[in-house]
């Protein structure tokens, strides 16, 4: 059969997520789905209007996506996807696939997770596309199909973790979905060996080794402390900048924060920083888009003689801006806020 080349908007392509989730429960329904599917390739997406700091703050839902990350604690929900199975356990991968598949497809989950998060998880489990790890390397190896697949067919009560052939991808998956003791530092400085216009910033930190919760870590490390890194040195090269790690709670939620201040920078006059992010213009409109759904974003500088904290995202009832003492602002701060449950 020859196959058709089409573009589709993210609309449709929702519209697949949502047929493909539905049609998985019969085995009927779901090989006619993947038949049809298998005569269309899909050429490229086609771009959609830029999306409002509003938009992105409506989409911007981190107690679910901390809820759903939490179910990597779970036997009955995401654990088994990066650990062992218990002794005397009845688990096989086809099981833990299909327990997974349903989790993220369900009305709780569908629909209002980060994009990248569903990606990095569906690619894991289906291999509808590479998936990118903790350290931006792609990986085309799957629990659904090639050798990993041939594998866990021929071991269906053995973790593939326990391979020494496919061990070491199972680790690399558990590395992108968890920032764990003591490891955000060694992170940090990959990714500053990485990139050259890095390297001459004076960076010091303070307890990122105490950092450890769940998030896409591909996301963290490069798109969010990153893109601030990058955006710090396009300003001044040898800027001193401090990276720092803190904890906290909110009512029954677990408060990770990563601060990154650029020692001495003071900040564009308030209304101008204010209404380039909400035209969708520069590095911290950027920023908004890659910490939607992820993690709390404000920041606290000096505004040209105005010292204010702006909550760009929140989902905590809290002011959107506040004055602050000139004396808490050691610069310009970016605060993102990660929730644990």
Request: aromatic share 10%; with cysteine; proline share 4%.
């Amino acid at each position: 059969m020859s196959k058709v080349r089409i573009s589709l908007n993210i609309d449709q392509l929702n519209l697949i997520r949502y047929l493909s989730s539905k049609v998985e429960k019969s085995p009927e329904l779901s090989k006619k789905f993947d038949k049809c599917m298998d005569s269309i390739v899909v050429s490229e997406v086609n771009s959609s209007p830029k999306e409002t700091l509003e938009e992105i703050r409506k989409k911007h839902t981190p107690g679910i996506t901390a809820k759903f990350l939490s179910q990597f604690e779970v036997p009955s929900g995401l654990k088994f996807l990066t650990h062992n199975f218990d002794p005397d356990s009845n688990m096989t991968m086809a099981t833990v696939i299909k327990q997974v598949s349903s989790i993220i497809s369900s009305q709780e989950y569908n629909y209002k997770l980060p994009g990248s998060l569903y990606g990095l998880i569906i690619n894991f489990i289906r291999g509808e596309k590479k998936w990118l790890d903790y350290n931006n390397e792609s990986h085309s190896t799957n629990l659904s199909s090639g050798g990993l697949k041939n594998w866990i067919d021929s071991n269906p009560t053995l973790h593939p973790i326990t391979s020494p052939q496919y061990g070491n991808e199972i680790q690399a998956f558990r590395r992108t979905v968890r920032i764990a003791k003591p490891v955000l530092p060694e992170l940090i400085s990959s990714l500053i060996n990485k990139i050259t216009s890095l390297q001459n910033l004076q960076i010091k930190t303070e307890k990122l080794d105490k950092a450890d919760f769940y998030t896409n870590v591909n996301r963290l490390i490069h798109f969010i402390i990153g893109n601030v890194l990058s955006d710090i040195a396009q300003r001044n090269s040898s800027a001193e900048v401090l990276i720092s790690y803190q904890r906290s709670s909110w009512n029954e939620i677990r408060l990770h924060k990563i601060l990154i201040t650029h020692i001495d920078s003071e900040a564009n006059p308030f209304e101008d920083v204010q209404k380039k992010i909400c035209s969708g213009g520069g590095a911290l409109y950027e920023l908004a888009k890659n910490c939607q759904g992820y993690c709390d974003w404000a920041v606290e500088a000096n505004f040209e003689g105005e010292y204010k904290r702006w909550r760009i995202l929140s989902a905590q009832n809290l002011p959107e801006i506040e004055i602050i003492d000139k004396n808490e602002v050691k610069g310009f701060t970016h605060i993102f806020t990660f929730y644990k449950q």
